[in-house]
Structure formats: C-alpha cells, structure tokens
C-alpha cells in the first residue's frame, strides 16, 4: 500500500506566505526563506524547517526574498519602497535600498557583488553592492510591474515578467531587450534552472518549459486549476506545481502524466498555494500559502529525511507540525 504524504507544517508567520526560496547546500545544510505580508521575512533550517530568526526593519508587506548560494546574505523585496540587504548568519540589516515604488523581485549576482531588482515602477535596477552609494543601473522596457527578475546564463543575462503578459530577456553588457515572450494573461511565476538552462513559467492553468537561452519553448503541461508557482527537480525527472484550489500537483517530466492522483493528503493547505520550490539536493520541496503556513513536503515518501523518520518498512509515523 502506498505511504501517505505528511507534510511538515511550518508556522511563525500571520499573513500570506508569497515568496520563498532555498540557498545552496553549505557546510551547515541548506536554508529557507520565506517572504511574507506580515513584513517579517524568515530564515529557517532547509531540511527541517526549523525556525533561526527574522529579520525585522521593513515596514511594509515583503513581496520577495531571496538567499546567497552560501547562505551568508539575505535579500528583501517590499511593499516600503525598499529592497534590503542582510547578514544571513547575525540577522543584521546591511544596506537598504531606496525605490520609487513597491519592489517586488530580488536576485544576487553568483559572486554576490551585485543585486538585481524589480517592481511596479516598471524599471530593473542593478546595484553594485562594494559602493551601494553609487546609482544603480536602471533598465526600461516593460509596461507594468515587474513581477520577477533572475539572472541567468552566468549572470550575462537577465531575465524578467511583469504584469504587461510578457517575459523578457536581456544583455547585462549592453542593458538592450535580446527577446520578448507575450502571453494572453499575465504570467504568475518563473523558476530558472542553471544546469540544463530551463525556465519554468506558469500562466492561467498552463505550466511551460522553455530554454532559457533561445525562449524557444520545450513543451506545456495544463492542469487542473489556475497554478501560481512551479518548480523542477533537480534531476529534471518530474516537477510540482501549487494554485487556486489550494493541493500540489506533481508531473512525470517527461510524459506530463500526473503523479500520485489519489493522494488526498496532497491538499494540505487551507489557502490557495503562492509559491513552491523543491530543495537543493532534491529531498524534498516547499510550499507557501494564503493560510500563513509553509509546509515541506518529502519527494520520496516514507524515506528517513529531516524530521521524516520510518521505523518499520511500509509504516512511517506521522511527524509533529513545527
């Protein structure tokens, strides 16, 4: 008989759950953060989920968040006109850093030299994070707000969606539009995958893939509802996606066949699901939701991982919520 998927419930925060990512695998494992309305971005144990700290100063609804590959540095987007800067390992604001509107996007640099952002004044900014004094670099284009701006191909290029139904790609070097995707509705989220060089986008029930050099598109997968977020795993095998109805999807890559079907317990959130990322080594992957919750979920269930732990074949006890 299959296992049943036990999520681990990760609680803390009071509003939606709207953004998260995870660092790289350091030393120390790997961490989470978590951006949220309340205003008070987390950081927490990967694997675990366990609470660390939070880190207080912005005085508005966080939008983004995003950590270093290392985890040493913290990035914030919010709705206080701000995108701030922290040490990931005291909890300390570093810098923070001034806009003419709600940010809403926030990606380094892999050398951590620079900071990427984006909002709903429609501009991507680069600063120089060894002389935040200086201006940063501002990129016009879009027609709305920026929703979301990564770097890819090596920090050469910049990828970025707004509310104008578009994706866009750039030329750091010469700040000039490379291509230009348009959608019939506005996209609601977009993962970048380094190795293979995938972009995963999600729009109305629509999950795609395409490659993230070219934007030709590799192939679409729709699902049963409105989905906000989508992520790979890392060995590109099946992906999970999360929307209006509140569950996680989970596919085959490469048939596009939904996995698991009959497993109820997949719908353990009580809002609709803002966000989902798998975990760096693959073990697992995180959701963030409308109900103020983020829950970890086991890509293999019924394996010894983190709090999961399975005493007996075939049994694996029900974990404690966080």
């Known amino acids: ?22 660092s790289g695998i350091t030393p120390y494992g790997y961490f989470l953060i978590s951006a949220c309305k309340d205003g008070k971005p987390m950081l927490r144990q990967g694997d675990t989920g366990d609470w660390i700290g939070t880190f207080l100063g912005h005085k508005g609804a966080v939008w983004g968040a995003t950590l270093n590959t290392d985890a040493t540095k913290a990035a914030t987007a919010a709705a206080d006109f701000t995108a701030k800067v922290w040490d990931a390992v005291s909890g300390d604001e570093v810098l923070s850093l001034a806009h003419k509107h709600i940010v809403k996007t926030v990606s380094f640099t892999q050398d951590n030299n620079c900071l990427l952002t984006g909002g709903n004044d429609k501009l991507l900014r680069i600063y120089d994070l060894s002389n935040p004094e200086a201006a940063p670099q501002e990129i016009a284009g879009h027609t709305s707000a920026i929703k979301k701006a990564l770097w890819c191909n090596n920090d050469k290029q910049i990828l970025s969606a707004a509310e104008d139904k578009t994706i866009r790609l750039w030329n750091r070097s010469s700040m000039e539009e490379v291509k230009t995707l348009t959608f019939d509705t506005s996209v609601s989220s977009m993962e970048y995958v380094a190795d ?25 997968v729709e699902a049963p509802a409105p ?6 795993h890392p060995e590109k095998d099946f992906f999970v996606a999360g929307g209006d109805d509140f569950k996680l999807y989970k596919f085959d890559y490469s048939t596009k066949e939904e996995l698991e079907k009959q497993k109820k317990s997949y719908k353990g959130h009580f809002g609709p699901v803002h966000c989902v990322r798998f975990s760096p080594d693959g073990e697992l992957y995180a959701s963030g939701s409308e109900d103020g919750t983020l829950r970890l979920w086991q890509t293999a269930v019924g394996k010894t991982y983190g709090l999961w732990k399975c005493v007996l074949p075939g049994n694996c006890p029900f974990s404690a919520a966080i």
């Open 1 to 22: 008989m299959a296992m049943r998927q036990t999520p681990l419930t990760c609680s803390g925060h009071t509003r939606p759950v709207v953004d998260l990512a995870f």
């Open 227 to 232: 989905i906000n977020s989508a992520s790979l």
């Open 196 to 220: 293979g060089e995938i972009l995963v986008i999600t729009y109305g029930k629509t999950i795609a893939f395409y490659n993230a050099l070219s934007l030709e598109l590799i192939k679409t």
